[in-house]
């Protein structure tokens, strides 16, 4: 079954369509039989395939993401069509291999997020979401993203690597490029796929990964000569290490991934605490104890990463379909989210949901988020010292969504107190 006309994913005006409309369409395409097939859209310069197999429910989405073996990241899971070499230089990393290259990054870059490490980060991320509030208070309010949101994920990524403080704008900068390469607003192009608009978002997009891998390998280069003991020396350095090469891959992986599904969260928890007062009350009234579940929530009801990409390395039956080898499918994170199958009431946002088994970081297996205990506590300090602080903080109007098929994003959020 193909998709009818309304419903297709492969085109950008579907993905500017309002949030709600979005999930109503899922919501349809969740009640179909089996998954919908859709056409690719062919990429200049990128190129395109026949298209891809839509997995919206959350059984599907969690036996393919536990099931690596058959659903393979390999060649490309953060595109769509399949990453040219002089792109995945700067964009492949870990996400897009498998076992055992992926079992070997994963192992030397798991040193970031041991328990020693994040607590050792506790002071210093209470310690950043003060002087975040402190500079919004002097500011006073305008826009929640780019004075509070954006600010903290970034931040800590970059003191984990070591990055000076004066490149953290350029970093904040180079990310939205790569986040946004479909949203005018950070390309100044229109996202029409014509041959002139895709080479100038492209070249934007090459030179956005070629100055954070730059920036990390250069570092990892003087922890090589000068091992200091910080994050980057122990990725560097010892029988297992990065080259120069892994170590800008994974940095660019780190602060996209991390900083934009922590920047996200934050900016739609505002967003959904300022919609749903009575949540916001019931958080209040008990902060440590219904702070997790208040996370979760979030992440669940927002799904800031709306979808990865698998292949499938073998013919294979997955819940009653059958697919080929070589087939590609999408697993969609926002519609697993929403499966009616598995959440009670699943639009309704509700901090105390117990189970929530969302999908939110990922499904189960080999590329669940490393970073997932990191985002929550991110959230934690920055949610308890903007409620502390500011204590009648909310959201004003409505978000301006990114532009993305990738990305759940809120590009700027007017607020007050």
């Not at 308890?384 to 809120?410: K, V, W």
Request: glycine share 8%; charged share 25%; hydrophobic share 40%.
């Amino acid at each position: 079954m193909t998709l009818s006309a309304g419903l297709d994913l492969s085109q950008i005006p579907f993905w500017a369509l309002p949030q709600a409309e979005r999930m109503e369409a899922f919501k349809k395409l969740r009640a179909l039989e089996r998954p919908v097939f859709v056409r690719e859209q062919a990429v200049p310069f990128v190129g395109g395939g026949p298209g891809y197999y839509a997995l919206v429910r959350h059984a599907d989405v969690v036996e393919a993401s536990r099931n690596a073996a058959v659903f393979s990241s390999e060649p490309c899971s953060n595109s769509v069509p399949d990453m040219p070499r002089w792109l995945s230089v700067y964009f492949g990393s870990m996400i897009n291999m498998d076992d055992p290259r992926h079992a070997r990054l994963r192992r030397i870059v798991s040193r970031a997020f041991t328990p020693r490490i994040l607590s050792k980060m506790e002071d210093d991320l209470a310690r950043a979401a003060a002087e975040i509030v402190d500079r919004a208070v002097e500011e006073g309010p305008g826009d929640f993203v780019a004075q509070v949101a954006a600010k903290l994920p970034v931040r800590v990524i970059c003191d984990m690597m070591g990055i000076p403080p004066k490149f953290h704008g350029m970093v904040l900068r180079r990310t939205n490029v790569i986040l946004g390469n479909a949203d005018p607003e950070y390309t100044g192009i229109a996202p029409e796929l014509s041959r002139v608009n895709v080479a100038r978002g492209l070249a934007k997009l090459l030179h956005a990964g070629f100055s954070l891998n730059r920036l990390a390998a250069r570092l990892g280069d003087e922890r090589r000569r000068r091992p200091t003991g910080d994050l980057v020396s122990l990725l560097v350095n010892g029988d297992e290490h990065l080259t120069s090469q892994e170590l800008g891959s994974f940095f660019i992986l780190l602060v996209v991934a991390g900083s934009e599904t922590t920047r996200n969260a934050i900016a739609h928890g505002l967003k959904l605490f300022t919609d749903h007062p009575a949540q916001r009350e019931l958080l209040l009234a008990d902060f440590d104890r219904r702070i997790v579940g208040a996370c979760d929530e979030i992440v669940r009801h927002a799904t800031p990463v709306i979808q990865f990409r698998r292949t499938l390395t073998r013919d294979h039956e997955l819940n009653g379909t059958a697919y080929a080898e070589g087939d590609k499918v999408l697993l969609f994170y926002n519609s697993a989210n929403r499966d009616e199958a598995v959440f009670t009431d699943p639009d309704t946002f509700d901090i105390t949901r117990d189970p929530n088994p969302h999908v939110g970081f990922g499904g189960p297996g080999p590329h669940h988020c490393l970073g997932a205990h990191l985002a929550r506590r991110e959230m934690t300090v920055m949610f308890r010292e903007l409620f502390t602080r500011l204590p009648r903080i909310r959201a004003e109007g409505e978000p301006d969504h990114l532009l993305s098929n990738f990305i759940n994003g809120i590009k700027h959020l007017r607020y007050s107190w």
